[in-house]
């Protein structure tokens, strides 16, 4: 799926709803409506989704600080990126980290 792939892609930008209406050519309806029963979530959703991903792997994998993971996977405020990791997995980023050390 195009908005899919543009997402897995763009994950570091800011990426607007409108610009998917018009990369896929549907309305923003139609757009929620198809990608939802694709992917199972939102496209924004799918989007928060990739950037913890993301995020975890670069926590892992280098020796960035939160705030320039943040800013790599499109958050220019560490506090916003910060609520929004911990909303979606129930831990803050150095929780995460602290967990992989300890295990």
């Not at 929620?32 to 926590?59: D, T, V």
Request: charged fraction near 20%; charge should be positive; proline fraction near 1%.
């Amino acid at each position: 799926m195009l908005v899919k792939n543009y997402l897995y892609d763009n994950y570091h930008r800011d990426v607007q709803l409108r610009e998917l209406q018009q990369l896929s050519g549907w309305s923003k309806n139609h757009l929620l409506l198809i990608f939802r029963n694709y992917m199972g979530m939102s496209p924004m959703q799918y989007l928060a989704w990739i950037r913890i991903n993301k995020a975890k792997e670069l926590a892992i994998q280098t020796n960035l600080t939160i705030s320039e993971i943040a800013e790599r996977v499109g958050y220019s405020d560490v506090h916003t990126f910060g609520r929004m990791f911990k909303k979606k997995t129930g831990h803050s980023l150095s929780q995460f980290c602290a967990n992989l050390i300890h295990s």
